[in-house]
């Protein structure tokens, strides 16, 4: 109402809802506000809040919303791994991105570039995924891995080979498996440990007391509303939360890097995301520094 603007009224409620939101022990707010709010968008912005997505006619008058958010904190604990932050710069380079930020983190004589970004897709797609360009698999990114001397562990529940039902083609499933069934050869010359089931969070937090890089394969349906299957670095956790980095950030949204580095997720939240696809499919890496392969399943 115009007798109460310009008073501050706004920013102080604001204010007041994040230091409740802290004190209930979360990380970030979020809101949702009309496109055609300008006001109370520049106020959201200048108080810190990006736009991470909108909703289409989500008001009465079938106006679409921007849904914003902002990091009231940022995470404080003895077990978080000093892994640098990397970008990945096309759609379908996850994978190799959170390969590189975990190479790098155990090794930081090997320097992340596009270069190496895409030469890591090339020696980890599985050729298909979906109707696009091919997904990298935790047995391609393993291999990878070992081939530049470092230490690696493979986890994966559901059946095989993997994202098989991502394609309707005979042929491109054929592909697929074949191409699954080369990693997997590969693994064995490589002497890869190759576990039958998911990593427990507990084995997760100790592989990284440990001195490894965990990667994880979740489900983006929680971050941003899209089945896709995605990978992440986990880079540590606290009593309640594990901390990701997502190499992905959306152009078309209001993001930085620093929005999303050390991720908090809850240990449920994040037990459900890490699940992709019908069975519910589980897969992970751990990657060590050279010469180290303790067996972390058995903690």
Known sequence: MPPFRCRGFAKGLIDAAERLVLAAGFFFMRLEVAVNNGDAIALYKSL??????????YYGDDTDALRMEKRLRTPQSDHTTRVPYYE??????CGPAALMMAMHALDPELVPDRGLEIR??????????TSGHGGTTPFGLAVAAARRGFGVEVFVTGPRPLFVDSVRSD????????????????MDEL???????????????????????????ISTWRLY????????????????HIFIHDP??????????VDKINIPIRFAEFETMARYGRPATQTALLVWPAGQVPDAAAK
């Not at 890591?120 to 995924?129: A, H, K, P, Y």
């Open 48 to 57: 810190g809040y990006r736009q991470f997505g909108r909703w289409a006619g």
């Open 225 to 240: 509303r899209e089945r896709a299957p995605h990978w992440v670095v986990v880079t540590g956790y606290d009593a309640e």
């Open 248 to 257: 992905w950030i959306d152009p078309k949204l209001d993001y930085r890097a």
């Open 88 to 93: 990945q710069t096309l759609p379908f380079s």
């Open 120 to 129: 890591l897709w090339r020696e980890s797609t599985s050729v298909f995924m």
């Open 191 to 217: 002497a890869i440990p190759l576990h039958t089931g998911a990593p427990a969070l507990a084995t997760m937090r100790h592989a990284l007391d440990d001195g490894a890089v965990p990667l994880v394969l």
């Open 171 to 186: 042929d491109k499933k054929e592909v697929i498996a074949l191409t699954e069934n080369d990693y997997i050869a590969e």
